[in-house]
């Protein structure tokens, strides 16, 4: 498959000469990215967060035709809703997400202050994805110093029969879920729902920015969470369930609220900071959406620029799936590649492999090791198991690791070229990432 690489925006990280006008932010200063595609046209909706300049409150509004240019719609709100103003004290709203039900769109928003739990989720409606928003108040609110939830960070997800749920929580009392009334788009019985994923206070209950996605292919929800600080080292889990309200269980089979496990040990890591050679790499990747268009899935998420770690990015990826119903994230962004047949010849060669090492969150570097066809005792190969379908043998550079996972084309960022990216897992539900040095 040949990417169009006219059409692929080049970084410009860094760039102050934009800070005052967001026509030209594009991807830079998303926070907290919702997803969602209406008709031929993508949109991210983001947290009121930016770098320098005059700050703006109201929702960030982004659309696209082809998930890799952005450009700016503007904002959902002019000001915080006065309701969650009022209970919250809040400048500015956070993590919205966007659904439809029927002919009219909902709008998810949270209000609250950094640290605090006196937090407040509402929802607005529209006849146009676009605006005008009109504000429908209050889903649901949590009190600072009570025991439970933090009414943040609201995803509404879809169960197989076509029933709306809402998914919220940050840090403290953990994550959970409630069923919606679509005709209200508020919760069918008010309250804090059914707790699904929860982390030890050693460090600091860190999970927040629930997003679940239902495959019909496996019959699984899959619950995505991040784990530890937005600034540093955030970085994507995933467990999944036969049942919206769970239990949530990880490739090892650990609940998502075990609390007596060492708290990395839960959930399946499939995405943290990182670097190839040649650039400076990024790091604390997060708070994502999962966009699902046909047959295709996309992780969309923010991440961190990692000499300045103010500066915060859109970055979309394609997820693909194992045999054995799992998702895994390509090493490299979104440039319109999609999965196809791949022959072993054309991914002889040297790689650059990233162990997404559980216990690593902060930024992991890659490691050069040449793959051959030949099967000898000290040398990494590789075998072809199925059109796109790979296994990694890797017993130099790493400890001895056998890694099952897809190969695809892809682009790569840090060169400007075509190449090829790996996905994988070993055995222990370890994730490995990859890319051919000098591809194509």
Known sequence: MSINKDILPKDHLYDESIID???????NNVHDPGSFKDGDTYYVFSTDAQVGGTFKPGIQIRKSKDLINWQWVGRAFSEVPKEAK????????????????GDTYYLYYAASQFGKTQSFIGVATSKNIEGPWEDQGEVFKTKQGEEGPNAIDPNITFDKKGKPWMVYGSFFGGIYVSEINPETGKLVH???????????????????????????????????VSYDSLFSNYNIRVARSR???????????????????????????ILGGYKFKGSEGWVAPGHNSVLQDGDDYYIIHHIRAAKDK???????????????????????????EGEEPVEIEEIIG?????????????????????????????????????????????????????????????????????????????????????KLINGY
Request: with cysteine; aromatic share 16%; glycine share 10%.
């Open 86 to 101: 009022d209970w919250t004290g809040a400048e500015g709203l956070w993590a919205p997400d966007v659904v439809n039900y």
């Open 190 to 224: 008010y309250g804090r729902g059914k707790l699904i994923a929860k982390r030890h206070q050693s460090v600091e209950g860190a999970i927040e920015g629930p997003y679940i996605v239902y495959n019909p292919d496996f019959d699984y929800y899959y619950l995505f």
């Open 310 to 336: 103010r500066w915060h990015y859109l970055h979309v990826r394609k997820i693909v799936w194992t045999e054995d119903g799992w998702p895994l994230v390509s090493p490299e962004r979104y440039a319109g």
């Open 350 to 434: 040297t790689w650059e492999i990233i162990n997404v090492d559980k216990n690593n969150n902060n930024q992991i570097l890659s490691k050069e090791l040449k793959l051959s066809l030949q099967k000898m005792i000290g040398t990494n190969y590789v075998e072809r198991i199925g059109e796109n379908r790979y296994i990694f043998y890797l017993n130099n550079g790493f400890p001895s690791e056998v890694v099952d996972g897809i190969v695809m084309p892809g682009w790569d960022w840090e060169k400007w070229c075509g190449t090829y990216v790996f996905m994988g897992k070993n055995i222990k539900g370890e994730v490995f990432l990859g």
């Open 21 to 27: 006008n967001e026509q030209l932010w594009t991807t």
């Open 243 to 269: 049942n919206i309200e769970g239990p949530y269980v990880d490739f090892n089979g650990h609940e998502m609220t075990d609390l007596f496990l060492p708290p990395n040990d839960v959930g399946m890591k």
